[in-house]
């Protein structure tokens, strides 16, 4: 019996933002063994297939490994990765999700403006 090779998750984060720069600087030690991290404002960067950057840029990505993640379900995923279970089990519940989602929602069009 053979296995499928898991692939490692990407996260798309923009290091030109400064909350999401400390978020990362703060999870980097959990996330970098399972994660690969992935500057979208370095000027090298180039969108997976299907994406553009501007949409990368107004909402964080995940990539887990068999699907993209966008917005407050992405961060949920790269929180559970980093190991911060219990904090995405209680932000995961059905009516604290869609409040969570709203408030970063709302947020990340703000800071688009």
């Not at 690969?36 to 553009?52: E, K, N």
């Not at 840029?57 to 559970?80: C, K, N």
């Amino acid at each position: 019996m053979s296995s499928q090779p898991t692939r490692k998750a990407r996260l798309y984060y923009d290091h030109s933002c400064g909350l999401c720069r400390r978020e990362i600087a703060h999870l980097r030690p959990r996330l970098e063994p399972h994660a690969t991290l992935v500057d979208i404002s370095d000027p090298d960067f180039d969108p997976p297939p299907g994406y553009t950057l501007q949409a990368m840029m107004e909402r964080i990505h995940f990539h887990d490994g068999e699907r993209m993640r966008v917005g407050f379900a992405a961060t949920l995923g790269y929180w559970r990765l980093a190991g911060l279970r219990l904090t995405t089990a209680i932000l995961g519940l059905p009516g604290i999700f869609h409040i969570a989602d709203f408030a970063y929602n709302r947020w990340a069009a703000w800071r688009m403006r």
